[in-house]
């Protein structure tokens, strides 16, 4: 089997989750990663045998003050790679476009990007087929992600005639001390947030208004999600929708899982690769339905839900894998969800 050549540009939260990913897979091949620094990072990156390519200025300026072995510019990694999965810090990824459409490499961005950079935003359960042999793809924000997943899950089992969604965001990744708030809540003041048409990018017939904000946490995101949905349902059948698929992980407050501190305890004694809950977290018993309307809480870990998502958009976009549910199946079992 020809592997798929991967490069990542962008070695942070995202970018080195999915470089560790894709050396998972045994249909695809890590040609290096892009680094604008060589730090601690690009040392751990090294020792894990990952080829480090630096931006062209900084390639000279840099390699004379480390040891660490450069394999070249950004230019050169993407000439060895079929695709680029584009890691950057929102806005730089527009502006590395014109560097893919020269070299004529495929490549997918993340969702601090425009859906307009790719003009195709991806989910794997939604639209795993329209990605297939695509040159460009955006694979939407975590938020997104975990919205559009169990929006389509049960939007195909009962019909999701409206969906509101109260959004608590974390302020930054564990790793970031730029960032804030560090005492305040602050409301996203535009209402409604850009998350419900951000969904709409993929599932554009869900009538879906989203209201956000931030609250002083590194761990995750906490969607508190009402939906009515057209077809009558009982708690116990979006429990067992829920149950059959899978990326849907459902925790229960009486078993101790009362906060997004006890799911990141729960990724720790899972052994998980950085403590890693890729899966949307659903508290089992917040789903209720009153007055016909279904209600739940989920927690999104922002730093690694979109993982699998890239390697599936990689493996759809390189056509190694027409079928979507046999691509997710892999990425599950490479990763171990
Ligand atoms: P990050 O800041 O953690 O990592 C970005 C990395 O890219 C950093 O290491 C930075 O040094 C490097 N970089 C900066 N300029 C570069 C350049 N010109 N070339 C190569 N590398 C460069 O950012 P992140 O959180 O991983 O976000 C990356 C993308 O993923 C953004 O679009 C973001 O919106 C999206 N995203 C982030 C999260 C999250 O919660 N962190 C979740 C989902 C999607």
Redesign the pocket.
Known sequence: MKKAKVAV???????KRVADAVSLQDDMELIGI????LDF?AQIASNKGYKIYL?ETEQKKKSNETSLEVSGG?GEMINEADIVVD????G??EK?KPLYEKAGIKAI?????DHEIADFSFNAFANYDEALGREFTRVV??NTTGLTRVLYLLDKAFEVEKARVTLIRRAA?PNDIKTGPINAIVPDIEMPSHHGPDVQTILPHINIATVALKVPTTLMHVHAVNLKLNNKCSVNDIIDVLNNSSRMRLINGKSGIKSTAQIFELGRDLGRPRNDMWENNIWKDSISIYDDEAYFFQAIH??C??VPENIDAIRAMMKIETDGEKSIKKTNKSLGI
């Open positions: 540009n962008g070695y942070g939260t995202v970018g892009g680094k604008t620094r990072q931006s950004l890691c950057t810090p929102d730089i990824g590395n961005w993340q969702g601090g990007e924000s975590c990744d922002q730093e839900v979109t």
